[in-house]
């Protein structure tokens, strides 16, 4: 029998234009972060019950006083969602190279769907924590391969505008589930507002199965990984048919022999699978842990990250403490609102400007952080509230315009088909390394100085450093890999190590 023609690639459907995807993506994304923002928002998480001395107490609202929650275990709820997402991370980014990313983004979206229904019918403190973790899994998926779609479909000249505006919305989708959530948890119940974000959620987690599926650059089509199959596979097959026909005679009436013998079979295939995937996933991150350029990039991201998450944390009890500040929470959120709408688009628009290259984006990186970690230092020593306001508000500006820049090193100092994994393992290692152990930390150096000034300039210290890892990724050989023909390689190679299933060669298989 002869082999179907196979085309090279899969056309893209016509119902997916750029912006049309870019707008769909930013919606999710703006979704996934409300969900950040409702679980922290005071309507949804609420506070904990209390008593007095005289044994009076009051019930509490929210999550903490309906499950009788303290506030460790209120912590624990807040990030019991980085669980699921830094476990699932480099599970999709390596499932994408055996499955449509499109489709995987779709089963992504349906466990959050899932998760954040069940957050709603949670019954104790122990129940809703299985589900935050089940939502990180779910923005797993999106997190590591929406990106280098958008990276893929921008045009040349504005892929950072697009990637800024892509990440714009998580200052915004946060911000917005603090007043979604305080809206729906006072005048409702707090139930309701994980079920209002599900089934805003569920259009999208649909439209990841019915929509015919975006290919992604570096990945071979689907109807291609079908058509072929590694020649161990066909090998196995081809001679346990021929030991069983072999020895038919001899085996007459033992059926169950022969049973056990398939199961065995398969069981081996699927175990050698499984093992192929987890050389494959190791072999790739071997060729991250390589590249100079990417680890430098995240390594100065981690630094970053450390001291963007405990500001994210402590900056409103620190500015409360430092300058008596009635509104802290709303202070420090409007600055963060506005500082990261404007910097994060600025930054894409001014790597564009410079023309989009990795030097040019460690530049970019180094320069604004080392700049605007001035501005936030200073902003500590002022002691004046409105000096404080107008500095720490340049200086955020400045250090949040990197997350643009910091992405594209991400997508672009790797091969088109090792983009999912380099944003998975990026994601992974600021989360770990970064701002999940920075509050902690921060929280014992406080403790020691007893002096919240004094502790937020140690903090911002940190952002020169950050500044300075990425001012020496300006001198590595940087090689933009975007542009890299590599999918015809991928199919060549595909097709030297892989034999159609039916190719007629009678003789060859008898042999």
Request: one cysteine or more; charged letters at 15%.
């Given at each position: 029998?002869?082999?179907?023609?196979?085309?090279?690639?899969?056309?893209?459907?016509?119902?997916?234009?750029?912006?049309?995807?870019?707008?769909?993506?930013?919606?999710?994304?703006?979704?996934?972060?409300?969900?950040?923002?409702?679980?922290?928002?005071?309507?949804?998480?609420?506070?904990?019950?209390?008593?007095?001395?005289?044994?009076?107490?009051t019930s509490g609202s929210g999550i903490q006083g309906e499950f009788n929650m303290n506030n460790f275990e209120?912590?624990?709820?807040?990030?019991?969602?980085?669980?699921?997402?830094?476990?699932?991370?480099?599970?999709?980014?390596?499932?994408?190279?055996?499955?449509?990313?499109?489709?995987?983004?779709?089963?992504?979206?349906?466990?959050?769907?899932?998760?954040?229904?069940?957050?709603?019918?949670?019954?104790?403190?122990?129940?809703?924590?299985?589900?935050?973790?089940?939502?990180?899994?779910?923005?797993?998926?999106?997190?590591?391969?929406?990106?280098?779609?958008?990276?893929?479909?921008?045009?040349?000249?504005?892929?950072?505008?697009?990637?800024?505006?892509?990440?714009?919305?998580?200052?915004?989708?946060?911000?917005?589930?603090?007043?979604?959530?305080?809206?729906?948890?006072?005048?409702?119940?707090?139930?309701?507002?994980?079920?209002?974000?599900?089934?805003?959620?569920?259009?999208?987690?649909?439209?990841?199965?019915?929509?015919?599926?975006?290919?992604?650059?570096?990945?071979?089509?689907?109807?291609?990984?079908?058509?072929?199959?590694?020649?161990?596979?066909?090998?196995?097959?081809?001679?346990?048919?021929?030991?069983?026909?072999?020895?038919?005679?001899?085996?007459?009436?033992?059926?169950?022999?022969?049973?056990?013998?398939?199961?065995?079979?398969?069981?081996?295939?699927?175990?050698?699978?499984?093992?192929?995937?987890?050389?494959?996933?190791?072999?790739?991150?071997k060729v991250l842990l390589v590249n100079k350029v990417y680890v430098v990039n995240v390594l100065g991201y981690?630094?970053?990250?450390?001291?963007?998450?405990?500001?994210?944390?402590?900056?409103?009890?620190?500015?409360?403490?430092?300058?008596?500040?009635?509104?802290?929470?709303?202070?420090?959120?409007?600055?963060?609102?506005?500082?990261?709408?404007?910097?994060?688009?600025?930054?894409?628009?001014?790597?564009?400007?410079?023309?989009?290259?990795?030097?040019?984006?460690?530049?970019?990186?180094?320069?604004?952080?080392?700049?605007?970690?001035?501005?936030?230092?200073?902003?500590?020593?002022?002691?004046?509230?409105?000096?404080?306001?107008?500095?720490?508000?340049?200086?955020?500006?400045?250090?949040?315009?990197?997350?643009?820049?910091?992405?594209?090193?991400?997508?672009?100092?790797?091969?088109?088909?090792?983009?999912?994994?380099?944003?998975?393992?990026?994601?992974?290692?600021?989360?770990?390394?970064?701002?999940?152990?920075?509050?902690?930390?921060?929280?014992?150096?406080?403790?020691?100085?007893?002096?919240?000034?004094?502790?937020?300039?140690?903090?911002?210290?940190?952002?020169?450093?950050?500044?300075?890892?990425?001012?020496?990724?300006?001198?590595?050989?940087?090689?933009?890999?975007?542009?890299?023909?590599?999918?015809?390689?991928?199919?060549?190679?595909?097709?030297?190590?892989?034999?159609?299933?039916?190719?007629?060669?009678?003789?060859?298989?008898?042999?």
């Amino acid at each position: 029998m002869a082999v179907p023609p196979v085309t090279e690639s899969a056309p893209k459907p016509s119902w997916f234009t750029p912006k049309r995807l870019l707008t769909i993506f930013c919606v999710i994304n703006m979704l996934n972060y409300v969900d950040r923002g409702v679980i922290a928002s005071n309507g949804v998480n609420g506070s904990a019950r209390t008593c007095t001395d005289s044994g009076i107490c009051t019930s509490g609202s929210g999550i903490q006083g309906e499950f009788n929650m303290n506030n460790f275990e209120d912590g624990i709820l807040s990030s019991a969602f980085m669980v699921g997402l830094l476990i699932a991370s480099p599970i999709f980014a390596s499932m994408a190279k055996s499955h449509n990313p499109f489709r995987l983004i779709g089963v992504g979206l349906s466990v959050w769907t899932f998760a954040t229904v069940g957050c709603g019918f949670s019954f104790n403190f122990w129940s809703i924590t299985v589900f935050r973790m089940l939502v990180g899994v779910g923005e797993a998926s999106f997190i590591s391969l929406a990106a280098p779609f958008i990276d893929d479909n921008a045009p040349a000249a504005q892929r950072m505008l697009w990637l800024g505006i892509f990440y714009m919305c998580i200052p915004t989708g946060i911000a917005i589930g603090y007043i979604y959530g305080g809206l729906v948890g006072g005048y409702l119940n707090w139930r309701w507002a994980f079920w209002g974000e599900a089934i805003l959620m569920l259009p999208f987690a649909v439209s990841g199965f019915i929509i015919k599926p975006l290919q992604l650059e570096g990945f071979a089509p689907a109807e291609l990984k079908k058509a072929f199959e590694p020649i161990d596979i066909v090998a196995a097959e081809v001679e346990d048919e021929h030991v069983s026909d072999g020895n038919a005679g001899v085996f007459v009436g033992s059926e169950e022999f022969n049973d056990h013998k398939s199961k065995k079979s398969l069981l081996s295939k699927g175990s050698q699978k499984t093992l192929n995937q987890i050389s494959g996933f190791l072999k790739d991150v071997k060729v991250l842990l390589v590249n100079k350029v990417y680890v430098v990039n995240v390594l100065g991201y981690i630094a970053y990250n450390f001291v963007i998450g405990a500001y994210s944390y402590w900056g409103p009890k620190a500015g409360y403490e430092i300058y008596h500040m009635s509104n802290a929470d709303l202070l420090f959120g409007g600055i963060t609102i506005f500082s990261g709408i404007v910097g994060t688009i600025a930054g894409g628009v001014v790597l564009d400007y410079m023309n989009s290259s990795i030097s040019n984006a460690f530049k970019l990186l180094s320069g604004a952080t080392f700049v605007g970690a001035i501005f936030c230092f200073g902003s500590f020593c002022s002691t004046n509230l409105y000096g404080f306001i107008a500095l720490f508000t340049i200086g955020e500006l400045l250090v949040l315009a990197t997350q643009g820049p910091v992405n594209y090193v991400c997508l672009h100092s790797v091969t088109p088909s090792m983009r999912p994994l380099s944003m998975a393992m990026s994601t992974v290692s600021i989360h770990i390394f970064g701002d999940v152990p920075s509050s902690p930390l921060v929280g014992v150096l406080q403790d020691y100085i007893n002096n919240w000034r004094e502790t937020a300039l140690i903090l911002t210290s940190i952002l020169f450093l950050a500044s300075g890892i990425w001012f020496t990724g300006i001198f590595f050989h940087s090689v933009d890999r975007f542009n890299e023909d590599i999918e015809n390689e991928i199919l060549a190679i595909e097709r030297e190590n892989l034999r159609p299933l039916l190719d007629g060669n009678t003789a060859e298989t008898q042999e």
